[in-house]
């Protein structure tokens, strides 16, 4: 299933977006969608996961992400407050389908294009 993000953009530091990710398809056929990020020269990372109604965060962005997910509208959406520079990178959506949240992004099988998020100083 192709997946399809938007809402990244260019924020100052402390300042917020909503990143958006649907399928392209008729409907989610993943259990597990999960939210990634890559900065330049780096690996990609786990940012956030969700099954149901349990959730998984990366340390990094614990009370201050939030991802959340939308099934009659067939959109899962990562909340991201309190944005700070070493939160600039491309980000991802996938999923996978399962019953564990996996960190690992060679777990999830489908994957959207990615959406550039930019928060300056």
């Known amino acids: 299933v192709q997946l399809v993000e938007s809402g990244g953009g260019s924020v100052q530091a402390g300042g917020s977006l909503r990143l958006s990710c649907a399928p392209s398809?008729?409907?989610?056929?993943?259990?597990?969608m999960g939210w990634f990020r890559q900065a330049p020269g780096k690996e990609r990372e786990f940012v956030a996961g969700?099954?149901?109604?349990?959730?998984l965060y990366a340390t990094s962005v614990k009370e201050r992400f939030t991802i959340s997910r939308d099934n009659a509208k067939n959109t899962v959406y990562l909340q991201m407050n309190s944005l700070q520079p070493e939160d600039t990178a491309v980000y991802y959506c996938?999923?996978?389908?399962?019953?564990?949240?996996?960190?690992?992004?060679?777990?999830?099988?489908?994957w959207g294009q990615g959406t550039q998020v930019t928060v300056s100083s």
């Open positions: 398809g008729p409907t989610f056929s993943s259990s597990i």
């Open positions: 996938a999923g996978r389908t399962g019953v564990v949240i996996h960190q690992v992004p060679s777990q999830y099988d489908s």
């Open positions: 969700i099954r149901n109604s349990v959730t």
